[in-house]
């Protein structure tokens, strides 16, 4: 008989808390890739910016907190914990931990709405890799869905924007939107379903808010690599200038392809983004993340329902469905190349 799920993980990335942790959390992010000294140090300089401090752990912590108040209120009696693809709480350390409290079987929630190799795979590799180091206690572990075209999902996302709207001149009437997402290799791409994705949830995002084609567009961020491989198109620089040059005559900038605001969106969006805009003269809001938005906290509550066998009905807009909770194993692979980061 199959062990009911006694435990939720929660998945994330991780970043410093101090400017002490940067370099060492940087080492761990670019572990077994040929990246220059020079470009980790690069990199170090956008957390020096913030004094070395990453507000992703702290949002995590916010979301675990209002989640635990989502289930209680639904009576789902499942303890949370939290473990770090690379910083503290590392995912080792968090299933060494539930494996000592007794865990056997656990749900995963990553902090990823889209198919990707950085996105999912890799961090299914992280939890398989976690496993193996605590041993045959470790509990298993079950990946909840993706949820790019979940109704709460699209209506958190549409509410920043409508927000960030509001928030322009004219209340944003002929604004544009750029939907940005982070960039990842062509070879990356190709492999997984990663722009399909995004590019259904912008297009959802925008028929909740009745815009037009014309108004919006999926553009890129925080590209990394060598300037010679190809990654996706176009940059949110490059689509600022574009616009500009259009005579457009407002941007309302999402990132949609994030849940929270950290370190790649406060860089390169609240900071180089903003600075162009203010070069040329073209009025510009961020939109928020999701974050801890009601909708997208029901959400996951209700995903969690799914795998527990408490809804029946697996929501999900437009025409593809709801996406699968067993992940294919040749889903998303993808192989890192001599003096390539994956992120």
Same mark, same amino acid.
């Given at each position: 008989?199959?062990?009911?799920?006694?435990?939720?993980?929660?998945?994330?990335?991780g970043?410093?808390?101090?400017?002490?942790?940067?370099?060492?959390?940087?080492?761990?992010?670019?572990?077994g890739?040929?990246?220059?000294?020079?470009?980790?140090?690069?990199v170090?300089?956008?957390?020096?910016?913030?004094d070395?401090? +990453?507000?992703? =752990? /702290?949002?995590?912590?916010?979301? %675990? !907190?209002?989640?635990?108040?989502?289930?209680?209120? @639904?009576?789902? $009696?499942?303890?949370?914990?939290?473990?770090?693809?690379?910083?503290?709480?590392?995912?080792?350390?968090?299933?060494?931990?539930?494996?000592?409290?007794?865990?056997?079987?656990?749900?995963?929630?990553?902090?990823?709405?889209?198919?990707?190799?950085?996105?999912?795979?890799?961090?299914?590799?992280?939890?398989?890799?976690?496993?193996?180091?605590?041993?045959p206690?470790?509990?298993?572990?079950?990946?909840?869905?993706?949820?790019?075209?979940?109704?709460?999902?699209?209506?958190?996302?549409?509410?920043?924007?409508?927000?960030?709207?509001? +928030?322009?001149? =004219? /209340?944003?009437?002929?604004?544009? %939107? !750029?939907?940005?997402?982070?960039?990842?290799?062509? @070879?990356?791409? $190709?492999?997984?379903?990663?722009?399909?994705?995004?590019?259904?949830?912008?297009?959802?995002v925008?028929?909740?808010l009745?815009?037009?084609?014309?108004?919006?567009?999926?553009?890129?961020?925080?590209?990394?690599?060598?300037?010679?491989?190809?990654?996706?198109?176009?940059?949110?620089?490059?689509?600022?200038?574009?616009?500009?040059?259009?005579?457009?005559?407002?941007?309302?900038?999402?990132?949609?392809?994030?849940?929270?605001?950290h370190?790649e969106?406060?860089?390169?969006?609240?900071?180089?983004?903003?600075?162009?805009?203010?070069?040329?003269?073209?009025?510009?809001?961020?939109?928020?993340?999701?974050?801890?938005?009601?909708?997208?906290?029901?959400?996951?509550?209700?995903?969690?329902?799914?795998?527990?066998?408490?809804?029946?009905?697996?929501?999900?807009?437009?025409?593809?469905?709801?996406?699968?909770?067993?992940?294919?194993?040749?889903?998303?692979?993808?192989?890192?190349?001599a003096?390539?980061?994956?992120?």
């Open positions: 008989m199959t062990e009911p799920y006694d435990a939720l993980l929660i998945v994330s990335f970043g410093p808390e101090k400017r002490e942790d940067v370099i060492p959390f940087l080492e761990n992010v670019l572990r890739k040929p990246v220059p000294r020079e470009r980790l140090l690069e170090a300089e956008h957390y020096y910016h913030f070395g401090v +990453s507000p992703i =752990n /702290g949002q995590v912590r916010e979301l %675990i !907190a209002v989640l635990k108040d989502e289930l209680a209120r @639904s009576g789902i $009696d499942l303890p949370i914990y939290w473990g770090n693809r690379n910083w503290d709480p590392l995912l080792t350390d968090t299933l060494r931990q539930m494996a000592e409290n007794g865990s056997k079987r656990a749900l995963a929630f990553f902090t990823s709405a889209y198919s990707s190799y950085s996105g999912c795979r890799q961090y299914r590799e992280n939890v398989a890799v976690a496993q193996a180091e605590v041993g206690t470790a509990p298993s572990v079950d990946k909840i869905r993706v949820f790019y075209n979940h109704p709460d999902f699209v209506a958190a996302n549409a509410d920043r924007v409508k927000a960030a709207l509001f +928030s322009l001149p =004219n /209340g944003g009437l002929e604004a544009q %939107i !750029a939907f940005t997402a982070h960039s990842i290799p062509l @070879s990356m791409s $190709d492999n997984c379903k990663y722009v399909d994705q995004l590019t259904e949830t912008c297009r959802l925008a028929d909740e009745h815009l037009p084609a014309d108004r919006w567009k999926l553009v890129y961020q925080s590209r990394s690599g060598r300037p010679t491989d190809p990654w996706l198109e176009p940059d949110i620089l490059d689509h600022i200038r574009t616009l500009h040059d259009a005579k457009a005559s407002a941007l309302v900038i999402a990132p949609i392809g994030f849940l929270s605001d370190i969106i406060l860089f390169d969006l609240d900071e180089q983004a903003r600075e162009l805009c203010d070069e040329l003269g073209l009025p510009m809001a961020r939109a928020g993340t999701v974050g801890t938005h009601p909708r997208f906290v029901a959400m996951i509550r209700e995903l969690i329902q799914e795998r527990l066998g408490q809804v029946s009905e697996r929501r999900a807009l437009g025409s593809r469905g709801p996406s699968h909770d067993i992940c294919p194993v040749d889903c998303c692979l993808y192989t890192v190349p003096g390539r980061p994956t992120r």
